[in-house]
């Protein structure tokens, strides 16, 4: 089954940190470009940070800029998304995507995992 899991998400406090995963199963993600968006309760999906298939190029949401950090291994076939200084506000459901850059960005993509849930409170 050719699909992308996502890991790492959870509660955790104000200022703390997070690693999220998205592994690929029954595909390579080293052709892809990966980006991450999320989506809180009653709001829009939102991308976060896309990465290039070689890794080369990265991009974040103003939101998170300095406090996110995207990385990939292709030979893991999985993608990162390191989450530092945690605020409420990025508390959602975080879901990674692949396909295109072109097709990212306009919210389109291959695949879709199913979302891993982050929640930021004391």
């Known amino acids: 089954q050719l699909q992308l899991v996502e890991s790492g998400g959870g509660l955790v406090q104000p200022g703390g940190s997070l690693r999220l995963s998205c592994a690929a199963s029954?595909?390579?993600?080293?052709?892809?470009?990966i980006r991450w968006f999320r989506q809180a309760p009653g709001k829009e999906r939102e991308g976060v940070s896309f990465i290039s298939s070689s890794g080369g190029t990265t991009n974040y949401a103003d939101s998170v800029k300095g406090r996110f950090t995207i990385s990939r291994d292709n030979a893991k076939n999985t993608v990162y998304l390191q989450m530092n200084s945690l605020k409420p506000e990025d508390t959602a459901v975080y879901y990674c995507?692949?396909?295109?850059?072109?097709?990212?960005?306009?919210?389109?993509?291959?695949?879709w995992g199913q979302g891993t849930q982050v929640t930021v409170s004391s």
């Open positions: 029954g595909f390579t993600l080293d052709h892809y470009a």
């Open positions: 995507a692949a396909g295109s850059l072109f097709r990212l960005l306009r919210a389109e993509a291959d695949y």
